[in-house]
Structures are given as C-alpha cells and as structure tokens.
C-alpha cells in the first residue's frame, strides 16, 4: 500500500505554536472574497503575522496524476497590499489565541476489500480563543484556495468535506477519517 503526505514542516509548526498566547489582531488577504476565500490568508498578532498559503502540485499515486493542494505557513509577505485594499477582517480582536490546532485527514482507497493508498494531509489550522474558533482550512484536496470559518467553539465548527474526485464504485471505496492535532510547547532555547 502507498502512503502519501501533504503535512506542515517543522518550520511551519513551529510558527503557529509560537502564535499560542499572543494577542489577536485580524486576519486579512490580498483578494478575499464576500466567502471569506483567498489562495493566502495572514493571521496578524500584536506581536507578529503569518501567512497561510494553499499551494498544489502534481502527484501520481493513483495510477494517474492529479494536483493536490498543501498547506505552507511563512511571514505575512503581502500585508501592505491587503491592508491597503482593506480586506482586513476583526473577529476577536485583542483576545489572546490560547491554542493553536491542526485538522488532519486521512483518505484510503480500499479495491476490492484492500488498502490500495492513503492520502495523509493537514486540511487546516483552528485558532481557539476564550469565546469562539477561526479556521483557515483548504476549499479542496485539489485547489490552492483557502477559506476561513468561524464558529462558537471547536463543537460547533463545520469544516464542510473538501471537493474531491474520490466517488465510491463499484469494487472501489473510500473512507475519510478527521483529527485534531494539538500542537506541542515552543522549545525553549538555553
């Protein structure tokens, strides 16, 4: 059986557990749209920002090559565009972020009652704050867009299944499994 993985790198968590206890400011994109959809949203604290990117590539573990969408955190690089066409958006402003998530999925082809692959990859990250979640989560396992949900509570966050190729038929079926990772403590230096 194939396994293959679209997961943040070491980097990347590293960035996001570093968010854990900073005060929010706002996220914001270059080109949000009225859905809240962008290829890259920032996350912008008081004390810095990052930027969530989808990106895709091709990969052929299927028997044929699809594009297949990963998720990069890195520095809040287009900011000052997003701040001057003000796609700049406020929920919880000045609450601290008091955890840092990662929604992990899991998908496997099962042909004729066999594994045949699995596709492993980080579908999003959630911001827990004292009275409420923001989720910046991928539109599709094949599309670089992005899309930020929010909700009351990690309960009541509906992060709606990505639009996929993966239909069952006959002799071929798929099975999609979700978690959420907590990210561990920021190591610190001597």
Do not use: C
């Amino acid at each position: 059986m194939t396994t293959v993985t679209h997961l943040l790198d070491q980097e990347a968590l590293r960035r996001l557990v570093r968010l854990r206890g900073q005060t929010w400011r706002f996220f914001g994109g270059p080109d949000v749209s009225d859905w809240l959809t962008d290829v890259s949203i920032f996350i912008v604290t008081e004390q810095g920002a990052v930027t969530l990117t989808g990106e895709t590539e091709d990969l052929d573990f299927e028997g044929e090559g699809y594009t297949y969408a990963t998720l990069r955190v890195d520095g809040a690089t287009k900011l000052p565009i997003a701040a001057k066409e003000g796609n700049l958006y406020y929920f919880h402003a000045g609450q601290e972020i008091l955890d840092v998530l990662v929604l992990r999925e899991s998908v496997t082809e099962i042909r004729d009652g066999h594994p045949a692959w699995t596709y492993l990859t980080d579908l999003g990250i959630l911001f827990v704050f004292a009275d409420g979640v923001i989720a910046v989560t991928k539109v599709s396992h094949h599309t670089d867009l992005l899309a930020v949900l929010r909700a009351d509570s990690i309960d009541t966050l509906d992060v709606k299944e990505p639009s996929n190729v993966w239909v069952d038929k006959l002799g071929i079926e798929y099975t999609f499994e979700r978690e959420l990772i907590a990210l561990p403590p920021e190591a610190k230096g001597p």
